[in-house]
């Protein structure tokens, strides 16, 4: 008979690694939640939780096209209300977004070949696109745009944002709003309109839900490569199909982290995928101190292991004071436990 | 005593199952908030299977009747309160080990009825023995005497835990519980009803199962699978040698007493007393299987 | 009746119909359904009938929609108004 039941220590079961890897997917790593499909007591399927996106679907094909992804996605919703959480996101491959979209999914972007972002829910894609145009109303021409975690806002940041505001008449700055980095987005996104407040030509903006950090991307694709490209064609479609038309941005910068392969191929599919669209891309070097490239990441290692002076040369005077105020302490505390 | 030569299991919490139910020929359909929901779910399954109740209330020919949860769970009077006013034909109820478990659902349901005005003791109650002491408790439970015991049902998925045994095909584990249910069952003039074949895809099982089912004196089964339906319902009915040796067992015995013999016989044996109520239950089952004609 | 909290009854499989319930100030109702086009206004006075019935008058009521009868969709709803009163 088939039901649903939560898979408990899904790193330790076999069955549930080969149903991934069938579908091409790795375990999805700190998740919240999970349902798996039974059929007595085979696991034909699974979903996970994590936040509010439903990640790692995969439906052994034997039992496909009964309904199941119906009681599968079911299971899930009730999950994830039962977290309080009424909206969803899934994002798949390309293959399986119709069977979402009969489902009542709708269709926020779509980054094939490497996966389709979808919603469903209360709030929509519209909604937001709405509330972003409500900010640009009036702003000058062209503009431009940054989408940053900024986690916490650096030199290079601030870099970054001074070229784009020399160059453009208006600019936009997006903090990606999921909280999965190690500083809190609150905290974030303030250390960010400390950082440019004196720009009178930056607007700070929340990414709100479609603007996804690599960090909620991941686990989808097992070669590591194509993960990056994935995530950079994620972010074109999003930001070509919903950010840029909201907020009329022709422009979107980026920078580069020469020793990041990573990096390279993300910003490489940006700059296939938004020129196409209508939005030029600049890539824009990184600065450097010392001959050492100016990157939150750099930041948060010399943290942890407590290099206070390096740390002073990579981030503003803003930054700095929150990095030593009690309000920053216990982040940094976890941040050295957590290795 | 109604005959229910098939009882289907259907999901509680499925409303395109419950909404097939009425074409799939079953004698009885067992909307299930058991088993066949998760804990999570049996307060919104609850709600449906009510609903249910309400919108085919005298539209269905057969047997509507509702697996409760048992009475050691927090479930069950939930199940009661909310569906009985909804007037099933009868409810299940599982895990049956004690004559005091069916006389706790039957007090309630006495209550409900009365909070409603609905007509006293006409949902009736079915009980099913899945446990070894409800296996030996068989005797007392179908004696109990609430008015509602409409039959003793076998469950033999559950029976084979609490027995220590292992579950096979031929199910010999589960021999001495079958046929001491259909002995308490005959003794206490109850009609049988055998558990479930678990094989959904084996047909040619459990068909002999079956076979084997009505030859220790089940009158009917439990199916879990639509497609078990007519196979089961063709081997609990009567066949027509079957119903032909019944009208003639009637009709001799009603010359006899027209003419006053004491003893009658038929192609040379003698008619007993059980076989007259035996042979009225086979043309019961044909008048119905025939929608009347016979 | 007030909603304490989100809640969720039914499913998205055929014949069923999936209702999501939220706190609101006011009474706000969307309707998603296969068959949208023919059935959605009755799908919706439905709902308000069975929502006046249960005596709730401000929610965020999501409604999707695989083809169920009317007394599913009173039910389901029924359920997710009932869990939404429930604590924890």
Same mark, same amino acid.
């Given at each position: 008979?088939?039901?649903?039941?939560?898979?408990?220590?899904?790193?330790?079961?076999?069955?549930?690694?080969?149903?991934?890897?069938?579908?091409?997917?790795?375990?999805?790593?700190?998740?919240?939640?999970?349902?798996?499909?039974?059929?007595?007591?085979?696991?034909?399927?699974?979903?996970?939780?994590?936040?509010?996106?439903? !990640?790692?679907?995969?439906?052994?094909?034997?039992?496909?096209?009964?309904?199941?992804? *119906?009681?599968?996605?079911?299971?899930?919703?009730?999950? *994830?209300? !039962?977290?309080?959480?009424?909206?969803?996101?899934?994002?798949?491959?390309?293959?399986?977004?119709?069977?979402?979209?009969?489902?009542?999914?709708?269709?926020?972007?779509?980054?094939?070949?490497?996966?389709?972002?979808?919603?469903?829910?209360?709030?929509?894609?519209? *909604?937001?696109?709405?509330?972003?145009?409500?900010?640009?109303?009036?702003?000058?021409?062209?503009?431009?745009?940054?989408?940053?975690?900024?986690?916490?806002?650096?030199?290079?940041?601030?870099?970054?944002?001074?070229?784009? *505001?020399?160059?453009?008449?208006?600019?936009?700055?997006?903090?990606?709003?999921?909280?999965?980095?190690?500083?809190?987005?609150?905290?974030?996104?303030?250390?960010?309109?400390?950082?440019?407040?004196?720009?009178?030509?930056?607007?700070?903006?929340?990414?709100?839900?479609?603007?996804?950090?690599?960090?909620?991307?991941?686990?989808?694709?097992?070669?590591?490569?194509?993960?990056?490209?994935? !995530?950079?064609?994620?972010?074109?479609?999003?930001?070509?199909?919903?950010?840029?038309?909201?907020?009329?941005?022709?422009?979107?910068?980026?920078?580069?982290?020469?020793?990041?392969?990573?990096?390279?191929?993300?910003? @490489?599919?940006?700059?296939?995928?938004?020129?196409?669209?209508?939005?030029?891309?600049?890539?824009?070097?990184?600065?450097?101190?010392?001959?050492?490239?100016?990157?939150?990441?750099?930041?948060?290692?010399?943290?942890? @292991?407590?290099?206070?002076?390096?740390?002073?040369?990579?981030?503003?005077?803003?930054?700095?004071?929150?990095?030593?105020?009690?309000?920053?302490?216990?982040?940094?505390?976890?941040?050295?436990?957590?290795? | %005593?109604?005959?229910?030569?098939?009882?289907?299991?259907?999901?509680?919490?499925?409303?395109? %199952?419950?909404?097939?139910?009425?074409?799939?020929?079953?004698?009885?359909?067992?909307?299930?908030?058991?088993?066949? =929901?998760?804990?999570?779910?049996?307060?919104?399954?609850?709600?449906?299977?009510?609903?249910?109740?309400?919108?085919?209330?005298?539209?269905?020919?057969?047997?509507?009747?509702?697996?409760?949860?048992?009475?050691?769970?927090?479930?069950?009077?939930?199940?009661?309160?909310?569906?009985?006013?909804?007037?099933?034909?009868?409810?299940?109820?599982?895990? =049956?080990?004690?004559?005091?478990?069916?006389?706790?659902?039957?007090?309630?349901?006495?209550?409900?009825?009365?909070?409603?005005?609905?007509?006293?003791?006409?949902?009736? #109650? #079915?009980?099913?023995?899945?446990?070894?002491?409800?296996?030996?408790?068989?005797?007392?439970?179908?004696?109990?005497?609430?008015?509602?015991?409409?039959?003793? %049902?076998?469950?033999?998925?559950?029976?084979?835990?609490?027995?220590?045994?292992?579950?096979?095909?031929?199910?010999?584990?589960?021999?001495?519980?079958?046929?001491?249910?259909?002995?308490?069952?005959?003794?206490?003039?109850?009609?049988?009803?055998?558990?479930?074949?678990?094989?959904?895809?084996?047909?040619?099982?459990?068909?002999?199962?079956?076979?084997?089912?009505?030859?220790?004196?089940?009158?009917?089964?439990?199916?879990?699978?639509?497609?078990?339906?007519?196979?089961?319902?063709?081997?609990?009915?009567?066949?027509?040698?079957?119903?032909?040796?019944?009208?003639?067992?009637?009709?001799?015995?009603?010359?006899?007493?027209?003419?006053?013999?004491?003893?009658?016989?038929?192609?040379?044996? %003698?008619?007993?007393?059980?076989?007259?109520?035996?042979?009225?239950?086979?043309?019961?089952?044909?008048?119905?299987?025939?929608?009347?004609?016979? | 009746?007030?909603?304490?909290?989100?809640?969720?009854?039914?499913?998205?499989?055929?014949?069923?119909?999936?209702?999501?319930?939220?706190?609101?100030?006011?009474?706000?109702?969307?309707?998603?359904?296969?068959?949208?086009?023919?059935?959605?206004?009755?799908?919706?006075?439905?709902?308000?009938?069975?929502?006046?019935?249960?005596?709730?008058?401000?929610?965020?009521?999501?409604?999707?929609?695989?083809?169920?009868?009317?007394?599913?969709?009173?039910? &389901?709803?029924?359920?997710?108004?009932? &869990?939404?009163?429930?604590?924890?």
């Amino acid at each position: 008979m088939i039901h649903t039941e939560k898979i408990f220590r899904p790193d330790r079961n076999p069955r549930l690694q080969e149903l991934l890897t069938r579908f091409d997917l790795t375990l999805p790593e700190n998740t919240d939640d999970n349902v798996g499909l039974y059929d007595g007591d085979q696991l034909v399927g699974c979903g996970f939780l994590k936040g509010n996106m439903f !990640q790692g679907i995969a439906i052994d094909p034997a039992y496909q096209g009964e309904g199941l992804s *119906a009681t599968l996605i079911s299971a899930l919703i009730q999950l *994830a209300v !039962q977290r309080g959480m009424t909206y969803y996101q899934i994002i798949t491959k390309p293959s399986m977004a119709t069977m979402f979209m009969n489902l009542g999914f709708r269709r926020v972007a779509d980054a094939s070949p490497y996966a389709v972002f979808l919603e469903n829910g209360a709030g929509s894609v519209a *909604a937001y696109a709405k509330s972003l145009q409500e900010f640009a109303q009036g702003a000058p021409e062209p503009r431009a745009c940054l989408v940053m975690n900024c986690n916490p806002f650096t030199l290079g940041h601030r870099y970054l944002v001074e070229k784009a *505001a020399a160059e453009n008449p208006w600019v936009f700055l997006l903090v990606v709003e999921e909280d999965r980095s190690e500083f809190p987005f609150a905290d974030r996104i303030r250390l960010v309109r400390e950082g440019v407040r004196d720009l009178p030509n930056v607007q700070v903006l929340s990414g709100g839900d479609y603007v996804i950090s690599s960090r909620t991307f991941p686990a989808y694709f097992t070669r590591q490569e194509s993960l990056s490209a994935a !995530q950079g064609a994620m972010d074109a479609a999003v930001f070509a199909a919903v950010v840029a038309p909201a907020l009329g941005v022709a422009r979107r910068y980026v920078g580069t982290e020469p020793f990041s392969a990573s990096t390279a191929l993300y910003n @490489e599919a940006l700059t296939e995928r938004l020129p196409p669209r209508g939005i030029e891309v600049v890539v824009v070097e990184r600065t450097s101190a010392n001959g050492e490239i100016i990157s939150a990441s750099k930041v948060r290692q010399c943290l942890r @292991e407590g290099d206070w002076d390096q740390v002073k040369k990579l981030v503003p005077e803003s930054t700095w004071a929150y990095l030593r105020s009690g309000a920053a302490e216990h982040v940094i505390e976890n941040m050295k436990h957590k290795e | %005593m109604r005959i229910r030569r098939t009882l289907l299991w259907i999901p509680g919490n499925n409303p395109a %199952m419950m909404a097939n139910a009425p074409i799939l020929r079953a004698d009885t359909i067992g909307l299930d908030n058991e088993d066949a =929901v998760q804990p999570g779910d049996k307060d919104a399954a609850r709600i449906l299977i009510r609903n249910y109740l309400e919108s085919v209330r005298g539209k269905h020919p057969l047997e509507l009747a509702v697996r409760i949860n048992d009475v050691t769970t927090p479930y069950w009077k939930d199940d009661i309160t909310c569906i009985a006013p909804a007037q099933p034909d009868a409810f299940i109820v599982p895990k =049956v080990e004690r004559p005091e478990d069916l006389y706790l659902v039957h007090e309630l349901l006495t209550q409900v009825e009365k909070e409603h005005g609905l007509p006293e003791n006409e949902i009736k #109650l #079915l009980p099913i023995l899945e446990t070894a002491l409800g296996i030996e408790n068989a005797f007392l439970i179908a004696s109990t005497t609430t008015g509602r015991l409409d039959g003793i %049902m076998m469950g033999g998925e559950d029976l084979v835990t609490s027995l220590g045994a292992l579950r096979t095909r031929e199910g010999r584990e589960i021999d001495y519980a079958r046929c001491r249910i259909v002995s308490a069952a005959r003794a206490c003039n109850l009609n049988p009803i055998d558990t479930v074949f678990p094989d959904v895809e084996d047909i040619e099982g459990m068909i002999a199962d079956t076979k084997y089912s009505r030859q220790i004196g089940y009158s009917g089964r439990a199916v879990i699978s639509p497609r078990h339906v007519t196979y089961a319902n063709e081997v609990y009915s009567p066949s027509e040698k079957d119903i032909l040796y019944a009208q003639e067992v009637l009709e001799a015995y009603e010359e006899g007493r027209r003419l006053g013999k004491g003893a009658v016989s038929l192609h040379g044996k %003698m008619i007993d007393a059980p076989m007259i109520p035996r042979a009225q239950q086979v043309l019961e089952i044909a008048k119905m299987i025939r929608g009347g004609k016979l | 009746m007030t909603i304490k909290h989100a809640a969720v009854a039914g499913t998205l499989e055929s014949c069923d119909v999936m209702i999501t319930v939220e706190p609101s100030d006011t009474l706000e109702i969307t309707v998603d359904s296969t068959v949208k086009d023919l059935f959605g206004k009755k799908i919706l006075a439905c709902v308000e009938e069975n929502l006046k019935k249960q005596g709730v008058t401000a929610a965020k009521v999501q409604v999707q929609d695989k083809g169920a009868f009317d007394c599913t969709i009173a039910a &389901r709803l029924e359920a997710a108004v009932l &869990r939404a009163q429930k604590e924890g």
